[in-house]
């Protein structure tokens, strides 16, 4: 099996079930480190021809990170396409199953019984907080309706202010996001790499929780560890 990833956390995913699947993946695809294939370039821009080249079985796609033009084209010029669709943790789980089966894994690996029995028996919160998600800026852009992001913060009783918003991913003004009055701001590293230099600065008096993208977007091994980094991360900043 050839196995082209278009998707960082599917790159991982499939990197330590399948090892030698892979033989194209993109830039962005930093776990595990040291992965020595090739690269296609974006997830947004990747090089259609590139990936014809490597005459892959099967390239794996999310219909929230990648362009349905380029999947178009590769199914057109005869590659097998499967795309992901995850916005809850359980289908997270579900699709990763899919994808692993699909990418010629033996069986259900270990790490995806441990991350499901982690969130499985997650304590209830002992509070809730409501909060602003930036994932942009220049401008500003905050999570909506029906993510993933926002499925796995609201596990750790955190409530995003704009949940219901019409869009998935909203431009808020700056002045409206602080009028708002959340508790808390969560600000990821991914994927515009909010800092400590660069993002708690416009929510003056607010909390800001910096955390990990890749413990909060992405669904994969690392969904074993995101629920202790995350609740830490959002702990801290409220201490």
């Known amino acids: 099996m050839r196995v082209v990833?278009?998707?960082?956390?599917?790159?991982?995913?499939v990197a330590e079930t399948v090892p030698g699947a892979l033989v194209g993946v993109t830039d962005w695809c930093t776990h595990p480190a040291g992965l020595d294939v090739s690269r296609i370039g974006g997830t947004k821009n990747p090089k259609l021809d590139r990936i014809l080249d490597l005459a892959p079985d099967l390239v794996i796609a999310n219909e929230e990170e990648n362009r349905a033009p380029d999947l178009a084209a590769l199914r057109e010029a005869g590659v097998e396409?499967?795309?992901?669709?995850?916005?809850?943790v359980p289908q997270a789980f579900s699709e990763l199953a899919r994808v692993l089966a699909a990418c010629g894994a033996p069986a259900r690996p270990r790490w995806l019984d441990e991350a499901e029995r982690t969130w499985a028996t997650l304590p209830p919160p002992q509070a809730r907080a409501r909060a602003v998600v930036p994932i942009w800026r220049r401008p500003?852009?905050?999570?909506?309706?029906?993510?993933?992001a926002g499925d796995v913060l609201a596990r750790l009783g955190v409530d995003h202010l704009?949940?219901?918003?019409?869009?998935?991913y909203p431009r808020i003004p700056l002045p409206e996001l602080r009028a708002s009055r959340p508790d808390?701001?969560?600000?990821p590293d991914e994927p515009?790499?909010?800092?400590?230099?660069?993002?708690?600065?416009?929510?003056?008096?607010?909390?800001?929780?910096?955390v990990s993208g890749r413990h909060l977007t992405w669904y994969g091994p690392s969904l074993r560890e995101a629920p202790p980094a995350l609740a830490e991360a959002l702990r801290a900043a409220r201490r």
């Not at 990833?5 to 995913?13: G, I, Y």
């Open 5 to 13: 990833s278009l998707v960082p956390s599917l790159t991982e995913a």
């Open 81 to 88: 396409v499967l795309v992901t669709e995850v916005r809850t």
């Open 140 to 148: 500003w852009m905050v999570l909506g309706r029906d993510t993933f």
């Open 162 to 168: 704009y949940a219901t918003h019409a869009d998935r």
């Open 184 to 187: 808390l701001v969560v600000l």
């Open 192 to 210: 515009y790499a909010f800092t400590a230099d660069d993002g708690p600065e416009a929510f003056p008096g607010i909390p800001c929780a910096l």
